[in-house]
């Protein structure tokens, strides 16, 4: 079974800093691209970064600067280090992995359970 799990989410206060991480589980062969997204309440899932295989990265307009995304390969895990955090970056944060290839399944998609993560004072 292939699960993306992710931890870091949390409360912290307007300019602070969390990290995210997701880490691709089970018989992996080898994870493609992988993003990090997001949903705020009573709003349209949207992107926050990509990253490739390779490390190359596309960021959303509102991540750009503060934002910074990142991957261990050989760990089977990204990571989401955002700064200067703002109450618009409030909502449940999900991981997604493109082309995951794991022993028994085949080449498929995966999105993790999502962390919750509130800007507040």
């Known amino acids: 079974q292939v699960q993306l799990v992710e931890s870091g989410g949390g409360l912290v206060q307007p300019g602070g800093s969390l990290r995210l991480s997701c880490a691709v589980s089970?018989?992996?062969?080898?994870?493609?691209?992988m993003g990090w997204y997001r949903q705020a309440p009573g709003k349209q899932r949207e992107l926050v970064a990509l990253?490739?295989?390779?490390?190359?990265?596309n960021y959303a307009d509102s991540a750009k600067g503060r934002f910074t995304i990142s991957r261990d390969n050989a760990k089977n895990t990204m990571f989401l280090q955002m700064n200067s955090l703002q109450a618009e970056d409030t909502a449940v944060y999900y991981c997604?992995?493109?082309?995951?290839?794991?022993?028994?399944?085949?080449?498929?998609?995966?999105w993790g359970q999502g962390t919750q993560v509130t800007v507040s004072s």
């Open positions: 997604h992995a493109n082309n995951v290839n794991a022993l028994g399944y085949g080449l498929t998609d995966y």
């Open positions: 089970g018989r992996i062969v080898s994870v493609g691209a």
């Open positions: 990253i490739t295989t390779r490390g190359s990265t």
